[in-house]
């Protein structure tokens, strides 16, 4: 089986410009691809998994890789799948979470020798003329057609702003610069990313006549249609600092069964034939699934060697003898204490266990909540200040560990 065509079996791919040529150039390794990073945060997230992974495969079937950094359309902001207008962030923060990305997406690509590109936008972004710009590609594009683009269309009834209309001209641009630069002839996105993605096509085929392509990848959706890679405390990081590798292992042992095969087929590296093997398991075999594909995905961003200790953490955790060193915990600010200690409901919204007060009392009248094995009865009871000087380890349900300490 060549590389689109497990790619198809895979699932990842949503949508295709030109299907033929496509399947026909990364088959026989003749990509030059970009896929676009902006630097919206100071760590990758879930969410760029999918571009990550696929990267990585189509590299390892001999194409080339383009990663492109979004330090100039980071000024502006995407508003595909927006319902409100992004933070405008500091020059400063834009460099600084650019070389964050390039750090964590080197665990994924390699960067030897005539092995993949690493382009800036804020290079070809940032010096642009305005009246020049308008001149070069400005007449390139109708503002019906853009209006009529999905990435604008959520966002016209609470209002599109200037700033946002220009994303598409500038990923355009960014396409159209590659090309004539680098000779970079596919773009991969999100399937959200399809219009823009389809400007730059445009653009290249105006400006110089050549043909370039567009493949956009499933968006990662769990059984029920919503995005993967959320929990109550927020994203699911790439960053060891911001998500440990225990939290990032623990996210995937406990998605739910419906979502576990297709997890392990789109992620992971696992051999097709054996992901095969493994839809004939027996039902009762789900949490082994659950634990392959958990390590599998910890190694791949955090090593073997965090995968390792994560899955023990987790398996000593859950037979009631663990180790918890490495344990997601909270050091809790003595401000937030009485001279009596913390009340309980307080202590689980300070380790970001519950959203807020109310649903914490929720959680522990279904008794829920465990402090030190013992089941937690009643919302009024009070951690005292010794306890959490010695450290005490919280348990929400049955999967979610957490310690907290003075």
Same mark, same amino acid.
């Given at each position: 089986m060549q590389i689109y065509e497990e790619l198809q079996a895979r699932g990842l791919i949503a949508q295709v410009t030109d299907e033929a040529e496509i399947r026909d150039l990364i088959n026989r390794g003749g990509a030059r691809f970009y896929i676009g990073f902006d630097p919206t945060a100071d760590s990758l997230h879930v969410g760029h998994f999918m571009a990550l992974c696929l990267m990585k495969r189509l590299q390892l079937a001999g194409n080339k890789p383009v990663v492109l950094l979004g330090g100039g359309t980071g000024y502006i902001g995407d508003p595909s799948g927006r319902t409100d207008m992004r933070s405008?962030?500091?020059?400063?923060?834009?460099?600084? %979470?650019?070389?964050?990305?390039?750090?964590?997406?080197?665990?994924?690509?390699?960067?030897?020798?005539?092995?993949?590109?690493?382009? %800036? %936008? @804020?290079?070809?972004?940032?010096?642009?003329?305005?009246?020049?710009?308008?001149?070069?590609?400005? @007449?390139?594009?109708?503002v019906n057609n853009m209006l009529r683009a999905e990435c604008y269309k959520q966002r016209m009834e609470r209002g599109l702003s200037f700033l946002e209309f220009n994303y598409m001209i500038m990923q355009s641009y960014d396409f159209w610069y590659l090309n004539e630069h680098y000779g970079c002839n596919m773009q991969f996105g999100g399937d959200d990313q399809w219009s823009n993605m389809l400007g730059g096509t445009e653009l290249i085929r105006k400006k110089s006549g050549r043909d370039a392509y567009a493949m956009t990848i499933t968006l990662l959706l769990n059984s029920e249609g919503k995005k993967m890679g959320k929990t109550a405390k927020g994203a699911v990081w790439l960053d060891p600092e911001k998500t440990s590798p225990f939290e990032f292992y623990q996210y995937w042992r406990n998605v739910d069964d419906a979502d576990v095969m297709k997890c392990l087929r789109m992620l992971?590296?696992?051999?097709?034939?054996?992901?095969?093997?493994?839809? @004939?398991?027996? @039902?009762?075999?789900? %949490?082994?699934?659950?634990?392959l594909l958990a390590y599998e995905l910890t190694s791949l961003v955090h090593g073997a060697a965090e995968a390792d200790k994560a899955r023990a953490t987790a398996q000593a955790l859950f037979s009631g003898e663990g180790d918890d060193a490495h344990m997601p915990s909270t050091t809790v600010d003595p401000a937030l204490l009485t001279e009596d200690g913390i009340g309980i409901v307080d202590l689980l919204v300070a380790c970001k266990l519950a959203p807020s007060k109310g649903e914490a009392r929720r959680l522990i009248q279904q008794g829920g &909540?465990?402090?030190?094995? &013992?089941?937690?009865?009643?919302?009024?009871?009070?951690?005292t200040r010794q306890q959490l000087a010695d450290g005490v380890k919280l348990r929400k349900g049955k999967k979610v560990f957490h310690k907290a300490t003075l």
């Open positions: 405008m962030l500091s020059p400063e923060t834009i460099r600084h %979470n650019c070389d964050c990305f390039l750090k964590q997406i080197g665990r994924f690509i390699d960067f030897g020798p005539d092995k993949a590109i690493v382009v %800036n %936008n @804020a290079d070809l972004l940032l010096d642009l003329k305005y009246i020049d710009l308008l001149r070069e590609v400005g @007449a390139c594009f109708s992971t590296f696992i051999p097709l034939e054996q992901i095969e093997q493994m839809e @004939a398991w027996d @039902a009762g075999r789900i %949490n082994e699934k659950k634990e &909540v465990l402090l030190d094995g &013992v089941k937690v009865e009643a919302p009024t009871l009070i951690v």
